[in-house]
């Protein structure tokens, strides 16, 4: 595994070759909640076969892709899921899944085969089932508890938006509490999200502010360093662009099996297996404020900082 992707970063800074190392592949875009940031759920898509999902990874075990993360809306609304997860793994990749965690239970059997699971939580009850919705609270850490009873590498992310920047210190110690490792992702704009809920500086910053003073009693507990949230904050606000590796060394599949470079160019799409990656090559003067693909990015460009916390915090999985 850790051969495989210096030598596909290699073959892109030497050859210039588009090598789809990772996939996060939007399984679908239902949900069974209605998060009061996310409008994701509202999307219509006709969604791919499990045959047909195999078929594109295949594709891209060929390819060369090391990693395929699973996401949505809620993933484990499929039946399938866990043929997804064991074919993928039987082409040798990395697989990791996002989720709600409300059915985690129903579906742990088809699960055993995930890399890592990452469990979403907000904050406290009273803040989660805010955003979230009444008795979610539970249900996910329930989940989480489980998922941890039964040996799966876990981890929670938790979304920043309005309602929870400033209760950061309560979602650490749930963490802390449990003994799993938590990251962070501000609320982002798209055509889907509220942009109500989005975070101005000030606010970002004092929650910034927050973990970064939980990290220095507490180390290891937070799942980004310090240089990242210090990047983080660059990109959210304009201050510093990074050279970007979507549609070059990471790529974006949609429920319907169109292929886009990220989840904000789906202005670009092809069908992988009819036409050329080639068609999805972005400039390099595209630059975007969302910080969702800033751990590629970083790592891609060879951040040192980056590299030395992807070799400490990751190695376990490759
Ligand atoms: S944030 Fe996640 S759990 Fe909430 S509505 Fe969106 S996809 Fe569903
Ligand atoms: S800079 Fe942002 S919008 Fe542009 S390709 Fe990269 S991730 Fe996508």
Not at 69 to 96: C, F, N, Q, T, Y
Request: a positive charge.
């Amino acid at each position: 595994m850790k051969k495989r992707l210096a030598s596909g970063i290699i073959k892109h800074y030497v050859f210039g070759k588009q090598i789809p190392l990772i996939i996060t592949h939007i399984i679908t875009y239902k949900c069974n909640l209605k998060c009061e940031y996310c409008g994701i759920w509202k999307q219509k898509i006709q969604e791919l076969e499990t045959s047909e999902i195999k078929k594109i990874i295949d594709f891209f075990a060929e390819k060369g892709t090391i990693s395929w993360e699973i996401g949505g809306g809620e993933p484990l609304l499929r039946k399938d899921i866990g043929e997804i997860i064991d074919h993928a793994k039987s082409k040798k990749m990395l697989v990791s899944l996002n989720t709600n965690g409300h059915l985690f239970e129903k579906r742990i059997d088809s699960l055993k085969n995930l890399d890592s699971i990452v469990f979403s939580i907000d904050g406290t009850e009273k803040i989660h089932d805010k955003i979230k919705r009444k008795g979610s609270y539970k249900k996910t850490l329930q989940s989480l508890e489980l998922a941890r009873k039964k040996g799966f590498k876990t981890l929670i992310s938790t979304v920043i938006s309005k309602i929870n920047y400033n209760h950061l210190e309560d979602v650490l110690k749930i963490a802390k509490e449990k003994g799993v490792k938590i990251g962070f992702q501000p609320v982002h704009v798209d055509a889907y999200n509220d942009k109500k809920m989005v975070l101005t500086e000030e606010e970002f910053m004092e929650s910034k502010k927050t973990i970064e003073n939980f990290m220095k009693k507490n180390p290891g507990i937070v799942h980004q360093s310090k240089n990242y949230l210090d990047l983080m904050h660059k990109i959210l606000f304009r201050k510093k662009k990074i050279k970007c590796f979507a549609g070059k060394l990471f790529f974006n599949l949609l429920p319907d099996g169109n292929l886009t470079p990220c989840w904000f160019k789906q202005i670009r799409k092809i069908n992988p297996l009819k036409q050329s990656l080639n068609k999805l090559k972005v400039e390099n003067k595209c630059s975007c404020t969302p910080t969702c693909y800033l751990r590629y990015n970083s790592l891609f460009s060879l951040q040192p900082g980056e590299i030395i916390f992807f070799l400490k915090n990751f190695l376990e999985f490759l």
